[in-house]
């Protein structure tokens, strides 16, 4: 199962608003609403950001939004900070209790 | 605080076999399911199974299937995850993950990066 498309990367300046796609099949991101977001800087492990495609755990900022259509999810970030420079994941159930990655976008804050 | 714990570093020789641990604390270890995912460097993610660490249960990834091997130890606290048949493009950081309701890793590991070296 080939991994879900996300674009290599996205790049902004500070206080504008950036959108990464996602997308999958009917098999994953269409089946479900169990897609999540992951943020990774260098060296790091991953870190929750958005889940069940729309929900942000405590302690997120709002600025990061999630949505889907179809076999398609997206993460917003508003108001680009120069310390939301990292790799994105998304990430979905893709049924028969397996999960499936994006291919990860890097995001550049110029 | 609730957290998982894997050694930094592992080197193997190809064909050999890998065995990094996850040490779960702050929460009941058997009431979650703890996954693997593994990172080749500069490269993405990638989804290898899991494990229920309370009922042993386990679930691979395809790619995967014929190679990894889940396990846990309850009285540790700690799940395992042995890759055999090693080979250079192994070589990768393999992270522990805990899953929370609806397919959320919720908790990770910091990684442990193994080498596959002669």
């Known amino acids: 199962q080939s991994a879900l498309t996300q674009p290599a990367s996205v790049s902004g300046s500070p206080g504008q608003s950036i959108t990464i796609s996602c997308t999958g099949t009917?098999?994953?991101?269409?089946?479900?609403?169990?897609v999540s977001w992951y943020q990774q800087y260098p060296g790091k492990a991953p870190q929750l950001i958005i889940f069940?495609?729309?929900k942000r755990p405590s302690g997120v900022s709002n600025r990061f939004s999630g949505s889907k259509s179809g076999h398609t999810a997206s993460l917003t970030i508003s108001g680009l900070q120069v310390e939301d420079e990292a790799s994105f994941y998304c990430?979905?159930?893709?049924?028969?209790?397996?999960?499936?990655f994006g291919g990860g976008t890097k995001l550049t804050v110029l | 605080q609730v957290q998982l714990v894997q050694p930094g570093a592992a080197v193997a020789r190809p064909g050999a076999s890998v065995k990094v641990s996850c040490e779960a604390s702050g929460y009941t270890f058997g009431t979650y399911t703890l996954h693997w995912v593994r990172q080749v460097p500069g490269q993405g993610l990638e989804w290898m199974g899991w494990?229920?660490?309370?009922?042993?249960?386990?679930k691979y990834a395809q790619r995967f299937q014929d190679r990894v091997t889940l396990s846990r130890d309850t009285s540790a606290s700690t799940g395992y995850m042995e890759l055999s048949s090693l080979r250079s493009e192994d070589t990768a950081v393999y992270f522990c993950?805990?899953?929370?309701?609806?397919?959320?890793?919720?908790?990770w590991g910091q990684g442990t990066m193994v080498t596959v070296s002669s």
């Open positions: 494990i229920n660490a309370g009922s042993g249960d386990t």
């Open positions: 009917s098999s994953d991101i269409g089946k479900s609403n169990l």
């Open positions: 990430c979905s159930y893709a049924g028969s209790m397996t999960v499936i």
């Open positions: 993950a805990r899953k929370n309701v609806g397919y959320v890793f919720d908790i």
């Open positions: 069940e495609v729309t």
